[in-house]
T-cell receptor, first 113, second 110 residues
């Protein structure tokens, strides 16, 4: 059984650029959630995908978008990067939206300069 | 919106001392989950509590869900240096997202 894998592990981007982060969910998990974690803070919910459909969204602007593919892997896209977007981006997979423990990936550390 | 607060924000203890973190939600929760995040790591699921007043133990860790299902606690007996990290509680908001608490960072001195 494989866990959740995220790529890349680290990324440096310039303000205004666009970025795509990728996540492969744990085998058998059909739900993927994305979180943003600023330094010293708790994870903040960005959005969730269930069977390729967005299944809930947090307080993030539309320039944060995502996709889930038939194999349940997922992407997080961020357009027009801002300095405040610098954070650890965590992907978590689960069997259902919230009724089971989430399995997190190791995250992508994004730095916007 | 729903808020999940934890106290204390930081706790420094001597190895062997006990530690407790408290979690309070602004709304009633159907369940509460606890996660541990080591420094530089990612959150790791510890446990889920579902029933009002439920108490679960994992070795030196004791988890409790309040009677009103709005608060929870995690107690660690006789801390070890391996317990270092940030402990988060998390509860579902509506049916589509897991909201994380503010976290308690535990530092254990040998």
């Amino acid at each position: 059984e494989t866990g959740v894998t995220q790529s890349p592990t680290h990324l440096i981007k310039t303000r205004g650029q666009q970025v795509t982060l990728r996540c492969s969910s744990q085998s058998g998990h059909n739900t993927v959630s994305w979180y943003q974690q600023a330094l010293g803070q708790g994870p903040q919910f960005i959005f969730q995908y269930y069977r390729e459909e967005e299944n809930g969204r947090g307080n993030f602007p539309p320039r944060f978008s995502g996709l889930q593919f038939p194999n349940y892997s997922s992407e997080l896209n961020v357009n027009a990067l801002e300095l405040d977007d610098s954070a650890l981006y965590l992907c978590a997979s689960s069997l259902a939206s919230w009724d089971y423990g989430y399995t997190f990936g190791s995250g992508t550390r994004l730095t916007v300069v | 919106g729903q808020q999940v607060m934890q106290i204390p924000q930081y706790q420094h203890v001597q190895e062997g001392e006990d530690f407790t973190t408290y979690c309070n939600s602004s709304t009633t929760l159907s369940n509460i989950q606890w996660y541990k995040q080591r420094p530089g790591g990612h959150p790791v699921f510890l446990i889920q509590l579902v029933k009002s007043g439920e108490v679960k133990k994992q070795k030196r860790l004791t988890f409790q869900f309040g009677e009103a299902k709005k608060n929870s606690s995690l107690h660690i007996t006789a801390t070890q240096t391996t317990d270092v990290g940030t402990y988060f509680c998390a509860g579902p908001h509506n049916t589509d997202k897991l909201i994380f608490g503010t976290g308690t960072r535990l530092q254990v001195f040998p």
